[in-house]
């Protein structure tokens, strides 16, 4: 059974760092795209990051850019989102997904596209990150 765990949520003052886990159980993560995904209360699930298990490439959203970072532990089947300078907007329930690489992989312009995951990805639970002010 393809699962996906994520963990390290949790309160954090303004300014502070978090580091999410991703844990994957079932299959390995050889040729898929990896992506952080979050959801605040009455927005829409706003994807933030995606790393390559191919070649480890990374794509960040504007928001995320300059402060979040996504690494891949192949060994551990783990990726993990490092947040630092969190900002109470950042506050929201931070998902994982785990989609197949298209065949021409980061090459593709869709490898990190919102809709591949929604179409493809297998997710996680959910964890909840609050950053109070």
């Known amino acids: 059974e393809v699962q996906l765990v994520e963990s390290g949520g949790g309160l954090v003052q303004a300014g502070g760092s978090l580091r999410l886990s991703c844990a994957a159980s079932g299959f390995t993560f050889d040729d898929y795209a990896i992506g952080w995904f979050r959801q605040a209360p009455g927005k829409e699930r706003e994807g933030i990051s995606c790393?390559?298990?191919?070649?480890?490439?990374?794509y960040y959203s504007d928001s995320a850019k300059g402060r979040f970072t996504t690494v891949i532990d192949n060994a551990k089947n783990t990726v993990y989102l490092q947040m630092n300078s969190l900002k109470p907007e950042d506050t929201a329930v931070y998902y994982c997904a785990a989609a197949p690489l298209p065949y021409f992989g980061t090459y593709s312009g869709t490898w990190y596209s919102d809709q591949r995951f929604a179409d493809l990805g297998s997710w996680g639970q959910g964890t909840q990150v609050t950053v109070s002010s």
């Open positions: 790393i390559s298990s191919r070649d480890g490439k990374t």
